[in-house]
């Protein structure tokens, strides 16, 4: 049995800046 | 993914929250929507238009009218729907005819935002979202400076927005300093228990008044995107849109909008909230009359919540010591700040007319100059 503790990380924020900066570097830049 | 991670890392497990889901579909299907109407001007004025309207309702209203839901609970959603829904239809519709045809009681006529635009960028579009998604990220981002910004046709137009909206920052800081040092030790003794009907009038008047002023103020964000000169049938898309937008969060009010309450305003306490929006609304009012640029009440409201923390701190009469409220407030204004670069961001890269070395030179200079002014008309 694996008995490893699973950190789990709430991605949202990440990936609400991620989404933030993805877009406006695109928008910018085309 | 998961198992590329887990492979060369501890184990994590990535994950996200339901509500989290669908407001991430939401932002990618507004993203698309923004993306294919950017071409044709008289579908994305709409579009914007809407947007903005839902960012000012769902978010920003809050600031405003989520005291008066939360305390409101128990009453019928359609009799606080008809009140403020009526005080909006008066609000804008006095406005329409009385400033010729425009909704924001003269705000998009002053300098830099008299043009209405004829063709939009994309950014203009999605500006709207860019705040949806900074306030979930729990940053007080000022609805007029992401939205006006990156419309202003000059930067000088900026710098007054500003110095404005610190000038607000600065006033309401003070004002609620002052009242609360003065009340705070009162207000502690008898402010306990329930609060008499009487409390709950006087919430209803002041929540009222102050719905106005602050539409006076703020109708300039939704509308910046439509024409300046509005004929009867956009007016009535503009408000009957705002208006079933009202109507569906007074339907929908609890457990989200109680969230954001207690997030954004602290209070829950009716005499607490009645007594702050009073403020709030004076200090609105007195800006409405000093000058018709349009300002943000984002700062306004956390410079006033600001300055109780601290006053509440000194009579020992909060939760907080005087240095936790000092850290709060501290935290707060750097948040509003990071919104404003943010802001200033989508602006230099939206507008044509912005440009960086303009605005270092141009915005500072106008922002000094609208401070300098603001103190010498209060007399200091």
Same mark, same amino acid.
């Given at each position: 049995m694996n008995t490893t503790s699973i950190t789990r990380i709430e991605i949202s924020k990440f990936l609400y800046a991620a989404i933030l900066v993805a877009v406006y570097t695109i928008a910018v830049l085309a | 993914m998961k198992k590329l991670i887990r492979r060369f890392s501890f184990p994590v497990s990535l994950w996200l929250q339901k509500d989290e889901k669908s407001f991430l579909t939401f932002v990618i299907a507004a993203f698309m929507l923004a993306m294919f109407a950017t071409p044709y001007p008289q579908i994305a004025m709409w579009v914007g238009f809407l947007f903005a309207a839902y960012a000012a309702v769902a978010n920003d209203s809050i600031q405003t009218l989520g005291t008066f839901i939360a305390s409101n609970q128990d009453k019928k959603w359609?009799?606080?729907?008809?009140?403020?829904?009526?005080? $909006?239809?008066?609000?804008?519709? =006095?406005?329409?005819?009385? =400033?010729?045809?425009?909704?924001?009681?003269?705000?998009?006529?002053?300098?830099?935002?008299?043009?209405?635009?004829?063709? $939009?960028?994309?950014? @203009?579009? !999605?500006?709207?979202?860019?705040?949806?998604?900074?306030?979930?990220?729990?940053?007080?981002?000022?609805?007029?400076?992401?939205?006006?910004? /990156?419309?202003? %046709?000059?930067?000088?137009?900026?710098?007054?927005?500003? !110095?404005?909206?610190?000038?607000?920052?600065?006033?309401?800081?003070?004002?609620?300093?002052?009242?609360?040092?003065?009340?705070?030790?009162?207000?502690?003794?008898?402010?306990?228990?329930?609060?008499?009907?009487?409390?709950?009038?006087? @919430?209803?008047?002041?929540?009222?008044?102050?719905?106005?002023?602050?539409?006076? @103020?703020?109708?300039?964000?939704?509308?910046? =995107?439509?024409?300046?000169?509005?004929?009867?049938?956009?007016?009535?898309?503009?408000?009957?849109?705002?208006?079933?937008?009202?109507?569906?969060?007074?339907?929908?009010?609890?457990?989200?909008? @109680?969230?954001?309450? %207690?997030?954004?305003?602290?209070?829950?306490?009716?005499?607490?909230?009645?007594?702050?929006?009073?403020?709030?609304?004076?200090?609105?009012?007195?800006?409405?009359? =000093?000058?018709?640029?349009?300002?943000?009440?984002?700062?306004? $409201?956390?410079?006033?919540?600001?300055?109780?923390?601290?006053?509440?701190?000194?009579?020992?009469?909060?939760?907080? /010591?005087?240095a936790h409220s000092v850290k709060l407030l501290l935290k707060d204004f750097s948040y509003a700040m990071i919104g404003l670069f943010i802001s200033i961001a989508i602006a230099i890269g939206v507008n044509d007319q912005l440009s960086l070395t303009s605005m270092l030179e141009t915005v500072p200079a106008e922002f000094a100059s609208g401070i300098s002014k603001f103190f010498s008309r209060l007399g200091l």
């Open positions: - | 359609w009799v606080l729907w008809l009140f403020i829904g009526g005080i $909006f239809l008066c609000t804008v519709g =006095y406005s329409w005819v009385n =400033y010729n045809g425009d909704v924001s009681h003269g705000r998009l006529m002053a300098k830099g935002f008299e043009i209405a635009p004829t063709k $939009f960028h994309f950014l @203009q579009i !999605a500006a709207p979202i860019f705040l949806l998604i900074l306030t979930r990220l729990r940053m007080p981002v000022s609805t007029t400076f992401i939205l006006l910004t /990156s419309f202003a %046709t000059a930067p000088a137009a900026i710098g007054k927005v500003l !110095a404005k909206s610190m000038s607000g920052y600065i006033l309401a800081f003070f004002l609620g300093v002052t009242v609360f040092l003065v009340i705070s030790k009162y207000a502690k003794k008898y402010f306990v228990g329930e609060a008499k009907f009487g409390w709950s009038i006087a @919430q209803w008047i002041t929540s009222g008044t102050l719905w106005s002023v602050w539409l006076m @103020q703020d109708a300039a964000n939704i509308a910046v =995107y439509l024409p300046r000169n509005m004929v009867f049938g956009e007016f009535m898309g503009f408000a009957m849109v705002v208006f079933i937008g009202l109507g569906l969060l007074f339907y929908y009010k609890g457990g989200r909008i @109680q969230k954001i309450v %207690t997030e954004k305003s602290v209070i829950t306490d009716v005499r607490f909230a009645t007594i702050v929006d009073f403020i709030y609304c004076i200090i609105l009012f007195y800006f409405k009359l =000093y000058s018709s640029v349009p300002m943000s009440t984002t700062w306004v $409201f956390i410079g006033l919540l600001g300055g109780r923390e601290v006053a509440m701190a000194i009579r020992k009469t909060g939760d907080h /010591s005087l």
